[in-house]
Every structure is written in structure tokens, then in C-alpha cells.
């Protein structure tokens, strides 16, 4: 081995250099081994929790003595105690306890595929730095856009970090497509034109912020408001919008969800696209949770209406199970995607198009060195195919319908939607005891803390129209009817706790 030597518990340079015994490929060897039973005791274990509470306080005490280099200890006992801490407070998704968010446990092998990302870097916005991601991109927007019927269209994707950059990205597109002139002259330069998005009330905040962000000013958001589903209501966004425009609003872009943040709820896809035509605006649809659902043939009907969309995203992190943050972003019409960031610079982009750059989405893309995300998403496609994803969403969600159809059985629970995914809101309604409205809502939330506290479960509260919910999020295909029946008997237990307080 070399200068080095490597023992049970530590690793020691004859030269003492750092700097070497860092990138020593033995070393790094015998700390990936460590890590690596480690990682296998975590996916062995099948205790059910679903989150280690610790406070902020003793968190960071405990990280600042990893920090400190005066205590003496080797690299790898302190290796340990980082990837023991890490582990530790990490949120619990490979257990049956976990239900609270949109944060799945990964396919291991895309986790796997983590190391050689990081370790053998293709930065994916330009070819000539990372040219497997940027054919990546193409190969799955290929298998997308048959699921859309796109196949022949020229269609276009990018990949991206987030479905809130994803957002922003489609939204900037849509408003150089309607005002020409807006990417030099700003807002101000658009004379009698006030540019307005239209949003659905459930919207994600990350939608809501768009408006900000871009200079548009919030006074310029028209909300849409909400069915008795949590979808936006056609008959009112009709009145709102007609009304909207006589009194100047020039509406650039409508923006839906398909799989709300809050319920799940898929918003009139097709009726929406018609509206925006109406109005000569872009139709954007924020499918960052059930967008996948296309590759499903149980379940794409649901989100059938994203073909008629100018452009919608989904975050393959969410509901396709790969590391975060993997975002796909696609365009109807792929030319489109040259209007977003038109500013060009010579020692990234080429003055003539050839086949590398229409391959690179460096220019239409606001990351410059972008992680190569789409490949974890690519090697599980190609390693399992299209029908594994379907198999665990098909199971995902039949398991939260299931579990709608059980609380509603249940003389204390209140469900508050038929689910149209894997997202499930209800109550607690304390038979025993007439509560007012404002000591209803506070019970759920009480109730959400000391099922947090507790551990063994971790759900997640939602306040829909100032009713506060409490909301489980069904990500793992492990989670059984037994898993929920013991849920429920939990948040009884709790609730009869907090209730003698009252």
C-alpha cells in the first residue's frame, strides 16, 4: 500500500500529507467498505419510525465537535460519527412509519449511481462536458412524449433541479414568447400591457413567488378559485378571467397543477388549455407529483390532459424514486425553448447550430454547471424499464385509496377528499366532545406533534380553506393496511391525551 497504512480503526500517512492520504485510492477503498455496511444495516433495518426528533441546539452542538480537529480522533472513527449522525437524523423513508411528504426512499441503485456522478463529474448543460446526460435527456423525453402522443411533434425537454426552477423556466419562456420586446425594454417597456399569470389558489408557493421574481409584482397574480375537489373551478376561472381582461390584464400565462401539493388534486387540464387559448396565453400545468403517472397505464387517464400543455414539469425525485433534486421540464413545441434565455456567450455557445448543440441545454437552461440528475433516472429505466415505475405508483396509490375507504369506517376520523393519488387529508373528530372550530384545528396540529414527538409515525397537516388537516403521504410500497390501522389507533391515543388537556 504503498506509504499507507491501513489498520481496523485507522488510516495512517508515513508522510503525514493530507493532501495524499485524502485521494489515496486504498484509502478511499477501505472508507467506501465502512460506509458501504453501514448503508446495508440502514435498507436491512425494518424498524418502524419515522423521524428522530432533536433539537436545533443539540444538533449543532454535536456537529461542531465533529467540526473541531482538536479532539484527536482518526478519520475514519470520525467518518463514523458523521455517517452515524447523518443516518441518525436523517428522515426515516425506507420505514413503514414514514408517511408525512413527497420525499421517497431512492431506488438503491440510483443512489449507487450517485458515487459516479459525483466521482466521474459530466456537468449536463454542454456536450463536450457531459455528452451521457445530455443523450439521457433525449432517451427519456423520447419515452415521454409517446405516453403524450407528442412522438411526431417537435417537442423538446430539459432536465432541471426542482420543479420550482422547472416553474420559473416555463414561466420566463412564456412571457418572451407573448412580449417580444420584454427581455431588453423590462415590464415598464410593454406601453398600455399589464402581463398577468393566472394561478390556482392551491398553487404551490413556489408558483406563487414566480410573479416576484420576474417583476410582474404579486398585484399582477390572478388566483382561480377552488371546486368542491380542490380543482380549479372552470365556471369561476371563466367569469374571473373575462373579467380580468376588460379591466386591462393582458394574461400571458395559465398556470394548473396535476397532483396539488396540498390534496394531489389533477385541475381540468383540457378545459384550461381552452381558456388560454382564449386568451392567446401559455399553458403551463405544475405536474411535479403525478406527471409520472404517465408511464402508467392504470393510471396516465388521470393526467391524460398534459399533452394539450405548452409546456408542464415533474420531479422524477418525487414519484419516479431517484435521488433529489431531477426535474423533467417539456416543451410542446421545442423551438420555444430558445426564447428563455436568449443572452448567448462565446465560450459556451457555438454562433452555428450543429449536432452537439442540439443535443445541450445549456441555453435554454438556468444552471450553467448542472448536476447530471437524468442519469440516475436513466440507468434504473434501463436497467428494470417503464413497468417497475408503473408497479410501485399503481401500489402507491391503490394502498392511499384503500386507506381512504378504512378511516371512512372509522366513528372519529373524517377523510376530507376522495384521493386522486398517493395524498390523503382527514381529521380527528373527538365524538365525546363538541369542540369549537379554532380548538379543532388546534387538536390536529397537537396531534401532528406528538406523533412526531412519539416517532414511530410521521405524518405530515395541511390547512385547507382554515381547516386544519392532518395528511399522510403514501411513498413507500412496503406501507400495508396494518400500517394505517396502526396509524389510526396512534393518533386516537395522542388525541386522548391532548383532549384531558383541554
Known amino acids: ?38 448503508l446495508y444495516k440502514l435498507l436491512q ?38 455517517v452515524d ?11 413503514t412509519g414514514y408517511m408525512a411528504r413527497q420525499f421517497s426512499s431512492v431506488i438503491p441503485v440510483s443512489a449507487i449511481y450517485d458515487v459516479v456522478n459525483s466521482l466521474c463529474p459530466q456537468p449536463a448543460s454542454f456536450y463536450e462536458c457531459g455528452p451521457l446526460p445530455n443523450v439521457a435527456d433525449k432517451i427519456i423525453a423520447e419515452k415521454f412524449a409517446k405516453f403524450l402522443g407528442w412522438e411526431n411533434s417537435n ?51 413556489s408558483v406563487s413567488r414566480i410573479a416576484g421574481i420576474i417583476g410582474l409584482g404579486q398585484d399582477n397574480i390572478i388566483l382561480l378559485p377552488l371546486n368542491a375537489q380542490r380543482q380549479i373551478c372552470i365556471k369561476q376561472a371563466r367569469q374571473i378571467l373575462n373579467k380580468a381582461h376588460k379591466n386591462g390584464k393582458n394574461i400571458f400565462c395559465i398556470i394548473a397543477a396535476a397532483g396539488s401539493t396540498s390534496i394531489g388534486a389533477i385541475d381540468p387540464l383540457k378545459e384550461l388549455s381552452e381558456l388560454a387559448i ?3 396565453a401559455w399553458f403551463h400545468v405544475d405536474a411535479a407529483h403525478s406527471g409520472s403517472f404517465l408511464v402508467s397505464d392504470q393510471l396516465r387517464n388521470r393526467v391524460a390532459g398534459l399533452t394539450y400543455a405548452d409546456s408542464f414539469c415533474l420531479d422524477a425525485h418525487k414519484t419516479l424514486f431517484v435521488p433529489a433534486a431531477c426535474t423533467l421540464l417539456f416543451y410542446k413545441n421545442g423551438d420555444k425553448t430558445k426564447l428563455t434565455f436568449p443572452i448567448q456567450a462565446s465560450y459556451v455557445t457555438e454562433e452555428f447550430e450543429d449536432e452537439i448543440t442540439k443535443f445541450e441545454s445549456g441555453t435554454k437552461n438556468f444552471e450553467c454547471t448542472k448536476r447530471p440528475s437524468i442519469l440516475n433516472l436513466w440507468v434504473v429505466w434501463s436497467l428494470y424499464g417503464q413497468q417497475f415505475f408503473a408497479t410501485k405508483l399503481n401500489l402507491l396509490v391503490k394502498t392511499t385509496f384503500q386507506a381512504y375507504k378504512y378511516l371512512q369506517t372509522l366513528d ?7 384521493p386522486e393519488s398517493n395524498i390523503l387529508c382527514f381529521r380527528y373528530l373527538p365524538n ?37 388537516a392532518l395528511r399522510i403521504v403514501i411513498m413507500n410500497h412496503e406501507i ?18 391532548i383532549l384531558k388537556t383541554f
Not at 484 to 495: C, G, N, P, R, S
Request: charged share 25%; with cysteine.
Open 1 to 38: 500500500m504503498n506509504n499507507y497504512k491501513v489498520s481496523s480503526n485507522k488510516i495512517i500517512n508515513k508522510n503525514n500529507s493530507i493532501l495524499y492520504d485524502a485521494f489515496n485510492p486504498n484509502n478511499i477503498s477501505f472508507l467506501f467498505e465502512k460506509i458501504q455496511q453501514k
Open 45 to 82: 433495518d425494518k424498524t418502524k419510525k419515522g423521524i428522530h426528533c432533536i433539537t436545533p441546539h443539540e444538533l449543532l452542538n454535536i456537529a461542531l465537535h465533529l467540526t473541531d480537529h482538536k479532539s484527536g480522533e482518526s478519520i475514519i472513527e470520525r467518518l463514523n460519527q458523521i
Open 85 to 95: 449522525l447523518h443516518i441518525n437524523t436523517a428522515i426515516k423513508v425506507n420505514s
Open 155 to 205: 417537442y423538446g425537454m430539459i432536465s432541471t433541479s426542482g420543479a420550482s426552477l422547472a416553474n420559473l423556466t416555463a414561466v420566463i419562456t412564456a412571457r418572451n414568447n407573448k412580449y417580444p420586446n420584454i427581455w431588453k425594454k423590462g415590464n415598464a417597456g410593454q406601453k398600455n400591457l399589464v402581463p398577468t399569470i393566472a394561478i390556482g389558489t392551491d398553487a404551490h408557493f
Open 278 to 280: 382564449k386568451y392567446k
Open 412 to 418: 372519529n376520523f373524517e377523510t376530507l377528499h376522495k
Open 432 to 468: 365525546e366532545k363538541k369542540l369549537s372550530k379554532e380548538k379543532l384545528n388546534y387538536l390536529q396540529l397537537k396531534i401532528r406533534d406528538k406523533i412526531r414527538v412519539e416517532g414511530r409515525y410521521f405524518i405530515s397537516k395541511v390547512d385547507l380553506d382554515h381547516i386544519t
Open 480 to 497: 400495508s393496511m396494518d400500517d394505517i390501522a396502526d396509524l389510526t389507533k396512534h393518533i386516537e391515543t395522542a388525541a386522548n391525551s
